[in-house]
């Protein structure tokens, strides 16, 4: 059994240590929000290891190992409500919650790790969580299942809070959402049926996995300059609601007399300019809506209404923003775009690449009317 336990932790190492990697050698080209996940995947690590330890030193003889059983084992249910806090928090950062919601979870996520420090702290006189027998031995107590009631009503406590933000929540990020439920779950039902058989923390690195492919690379193929998503993330993107039939609209934007800016101030001056639209593309636009740069000067928006008068109202809200921009920067030209829309009702027979030319030839109208 010992071998068998040791694989499992060896290989779940191997993956968490290899997501460590592309992580740190991709930090750069990430969001603030993927330090959480490097914490998350350090925390998972350490644990492994907790738990590695337990597992190879439980029921060797001397008074020495009783003191590592006891204490590795204390120091493994110490840390053990904190992964899914921390994904919890991670998940906070992609859904982009308030600010407030945000600070109150955390001092509830902070609560409940509190309460299981206590248990760990009461286990030393009463022996709640565990004891360890004369012959070295690890014995599992009643308050074990205390803690699995507060991991589970973290997770699904934690559910209901996102009914309010259902619209802006992906689909991959969805599918995260279930992999942290669902994986941990079924690794906790074996290790309590089987026991002995190391599951929780090698299914948390399958979770870590997963967040590696459905979020973590799709922050890497957003745009360098910008930080916006590119154009084969917005295609991915509008393609997957054409296919389930979901509503939309889309906005192309185009910088007007970009390639002017370029040949009189410079391509610095250019790459300016670009980020300057890109940042108030994301200003005009709410939460759920997604901005992405095309290619060029050309941008897109992605917005989840359908209203006849939304694009007006996102295309306004943009030109004040900028007029506002135009108005306090010296520079030496003006920033100004044309734009185009088309709205998806949610009925088959209709393709992204349609609603792309008919965006972009309503824009191109609007471009040759101004020369």
Not at 38 to 66: C, H, K, N, Q
Not at 261 to 286: M, P, Q, R, T, Y
Not at 304 to 333: C, F, G, H, M
């Amino acid at each position: 059994m010992l071998a068998l336990q040791m694989v499992i932790y060896g290989y779940a190492s191997l993956v968490l240590l290899f997501l460590v990697l592309d992580s740190r050698a991709n930090k750069r080209m990430l969001p603030e929000k993927s330090k959480w996940f490097r914490i998350i995947l350090y925390t998972t690590l350490w644990l492994i290891f907790s738990e590695a330890v337990t597992m190879f030193v439980d029921g060797r003889p001397g008074a020495v190992m009783y003191w590592v059983v006891y204490l590795s084992n204390s120091v493994l249910f110490l840390f053990n409500v904190l992964p899914l806090s921390l994904w919890l928090i991670y998940l906070d950062e992609c859904i982009l919650i308030t600010e407030r919601e945000r600070t109150i979870k955390r001092i509830v996520y902070a609560g409940l790790n509190l309460v299981v420090v206590a248990l760990v702290v009461i286990n030393f006189s009463t022996g709640v969580l565990f004891t360890v027998t004369s012959e070295n031995r690890y014995v599992r107590g009643d308050a074990v299942y205390l803690i699995m009631v507060i991991n589970y009503l973290l997770y699904f406590g934690y559910l209901p809070t996102l009914a309010k933000y259902r619209k802006f929540i992906r689909g991959r990020t969805f599918e995260l959402i279930l992999a942290l439920g669902i994986l941990p779950i079924i690794g906790a039902v074996i290790q309590m049926l089987y026991y002995g058989t190391p599951l929780i923390w090698p299914m948390m690195a399958l979770v870590a996995l997963a967040a590696h492919i459905l979020v973590e690379r799709e922050e890497i193929r957003k745009d360098g300059l910008t930080g916006l998503p590119t154009r084969v993330t917005f295609e991915s993107r509008a393609q997957y609601k054409v296919d389930r039939l979901q509503p939309f609209s889309i906005i192309m934007i185009d910088l007007d007399n970009f390639k002017m800016i370029n040949d009189a101030h410079g391509h610095e001056e250019g790459d300016e300019a670009i980020k300057v639209i890109a940042n108030l593309l994301e200003k005009s636009i709410k939460q759920g809506d997604t901005a992405y740069r095309y290619g060029g000067d050309e941008f897109i928006l992605l917005i989840e209404s359908t209203l006849p008068d939304i694009a007006e109202k996102v295309i306004a809200r943009l030109k004040t923003s900028l007029n506002k921009w135009n108005e306090s920067n010296q520079k030496p030209y003006t920033l100004s775009f044309s734009a185009g829309a088309a709205i998806y009702d949610g009925k088959k027979g209709v393709s992204v690449y349609e609603l792309f030319k008919t965006a972009d030839e309503i824009m191109y109208r609007q471009k040759q009317r101004k020369h």
